[in-house]
T-cell receptor, first 114, second 111 residues
Framework: ETGVTQTPRHLVMGMTNKKSLKCEQHLGHNAMYWYKQSAKKPLELMFVYSLEERVENNSVPSRFSPECPNSSHLFLHLHTLQPEDSALYLC?????????????FGQGTRLTVV | RKEVEQDPGPFNVPEGATVAFNCTYSNSASQSFFWYRQDCRKEPKLLMSVYSSGNEDGRFTAQLNRASQYISLLIRDSKLSDSATYLCVVGQGSTLGRLYFGRGTQLTVWP
């Protein structure tokens, strides 16, 4: 069992659909992250949650809405996306207090918007 | 100014070459340092942590210079399988501490 699990692994959605990406970590970490990675581009930080509070929102469009109901789960709710939102969406977690530990990534959700 | 900055790359080297990546960070309060590797279409994975005294893992050597806020990764005797993107990552130790990722440096090792 991997430490960080993302579902679904692949998602195809229309521009008018609403879907959610799920991330679950079993590592007892208190910081969780959403990253976007478009083809042949570097990681782009979208959101950071630390101790279940959103501590960073990197000017992400409102069609992306994160939710962190508890320290083990992180969601990314999607609605009215655009084709340019097609990318690999990666979730990660780390232990952020008392000296930040390394981040563990989920395998990502490969999203295609049609 | 970005929290973590890396050599833009890409680096294209022959097998057997030695290649070095550099990284600088802006927050002097940073406490943890890592190098990650990301293969094409895969998630980033930890390559090695970086300690103040420097550390080595086989062909890979990482060094940290806190005074200059500089981190390096040296790969000796490059292999084809080393082709990947290498990410410099810096962490802060406050209660709301988190990690900051560099943009990554792409390495291609050719036969």
């Amino acid at each position: 069992e991997t430490g960080v699990t993302q579902t679904p692994r692949h998602l195809v959605m229309g521009m008018t659909n609403k879907k959610s990406l799920k991330c679950e970590q079993h590592l007892g970490h208190n910081a969780m992250y959403w990253y976007k990675q478009s083809a042949k581009k570097p990681l782009e930080l979208m959101f950071v949650y630390s101790l279940e509070e959103r501590v960073e929102n990197n000017s992400v469009p409102s069609r992306f809405s994160p939710e962190c109901p508890n320290s083990s789960h992180l969601f990314l709710h999607l609605h009215t996306l655009q084709p340019e939102d097609s990318a690999l969406y990666l979730c990660a977690s780390s232990q952020g207090s008392g000296g930040t530990t390394e981040a563990f990534f989920g395998q990502g959700t490969r999203l295609t918007v049609v | 100014r970005k929290e973590v900055e890396q050599d833009p790359g890409p680096f294209n080297v022959p097998e057997g070459a030695t290649v070095a990546f550099n990284c600088t960070y802006s927050n002097s309060a940073s406490q943890s340092f890592f190098w990650y590797r990301q293969d094409c279409r895969k998630e980033p994975k930890l390559l090695m942590s970086v300690y103040s005294s420097g550390n080595e893992d086989g062909r890979f050597t990482a060094q940290l210079n806190r005074a200059s806020q500089y981190i390096s990764l040296l790969i000796r005797d490059s292999k084809l399988s080393d082709s990947a993107t290498y990410l410099c990552v810096v962490g802060q130790g406050s209660t709301l501490g988190r990690l900051y990722f560099g943009r990554g440096t792409q390495l291609t090792v050719w036969p």
